[in-house]
């Protein structure tokens, strides 16, 4: 695989370009898009942050694609329906939509409005990325469990699989997501018509992220695993850019009054001070990008350390291989092949990168 490295770029929240993640993709391919903050969206915040993000191949057939992450609010009781369908209609709260499984999340809502004409035939539970996405939940919400403050914190993943067409060429897709669900405890409505009090109803904040696609000519979906695994391996978020984000939607009352100079603060000291939290937030999202790896049905092993025999800097790479070339323009050659040479087969100077000793 002769890949090159790419950077997912936030250039509207920080008053300079700011690097929200990055990963490897076929050096062929073209990339597009970039983070959005979604205008009007103060009435639910966890909204204005949008990734819409594509890799494909020079015929558009194969690509990978970061889809935008979606919150909505519900409850179990009809009364508090209907007052949070009211407060969202007047632009004071999130959508009001019913609890929903990935699965059911992406047939219902993310397949009718952004692959309209696509057909969903198939899909899947992913319960090893659930059980990732969950660790990183429990240490945030099971204190708040045990206390009686929520009633629980639910984190699962899952997948469709969907046909449709790019131009007149056939394709196939598989479209996956994370939902996590915290419920809480909320007043009966009946209850307080009659003047008494039971916190028998629930509330639930819903969240689905993590949000991607992946496609290829019909039949040849599963043959393209190991490079659709490849690039999910290779995803490494900026710690600094989730921490200035998670800042500034903490703050979100105070970055309304002071606007763009305070999101800038923000971003500075994000990049002087990562905490031990977001270091373990940093090392979490591995383990869940490693965990949309091997969905795939490949072995790739995460990240392995390579000397760059130009500058004799350390490089991280996917996992997996036997061996990896650099030509010095940032671009990779990772390859399971040992009779393999990138310099003699292409006549091109790559030079082969060695690991460390341990």
Partial sequence: MRMR??????????????????????????????IQWAQGMLRCPQNIIQARWRAVSPDGLTGFEVLPQYSWVWSDDPMQQQTMQQSAAAGMACDVNPVLSPMDFLARMVVPRLRQQARVVGGEPLPALSRAEQVGLDRSYAGMVQQGLLRSARAE?????????????????????????IASPSANSAALLNGGMAMTATNFSVMAYNIYATWAPRGQLDGNAKLFATIF??????????????????????????????????????????????????????????????????????????????????????????????NGKGEYILSDSPNFNPATTFQEDWRQMQRPPR
């Avoid at 250039?11 to 062929?28: C, F, K, M, Y």
């Avoid at 993943?157 to 669900?181: D, F, K, M, Y």
């Avoid at 949309?292 to 991280?316: C, H, K, L, W």
């Fill in 5 to 34: 490295l790419v950077k997912i770029m936030d250039t509207q929240g920080w008053g300079t370009p700011v690097e929200a993640a990055r990963l490897l993709i076929p050096s062929d391919w073209k990339t597009e898009g970039g």
């Fill in 157 to 181: 993943a899952g997948r469709v699989r969907v046909q449709h067409s790019i131009g007149n060429q056939p394709v196939e897709e598989w479209l996956s997501a994370t939902v996590t669900t």
């Fill in 233 to 326: 391996a290779s995803v490494r978020p900026n710690p600094q850019y989730q921490a200035a984000a998670g800042q500034w939607l903490a703050g979100m009352a105070r970055t309304q009054r002071e606007g763009a100079m305070d999101r800038h603060r923000i971003w500075r000291e994000a990049q002087a001070q990562i905490s031990a939290s977001i270091q373990q937030t940093y090392a979490q999202n591995q383990a869940v990008q490693d965990r949309m790896a091997e969905q795939f049905g490949q072995t790739i092993r995460g990240v392995e350390t390579y000397i760059d025999p130009r500058s004799n800097e350390r490089v991280e790479l996917v996992g997996g291989y036997t061996a990896a070339w650099s």
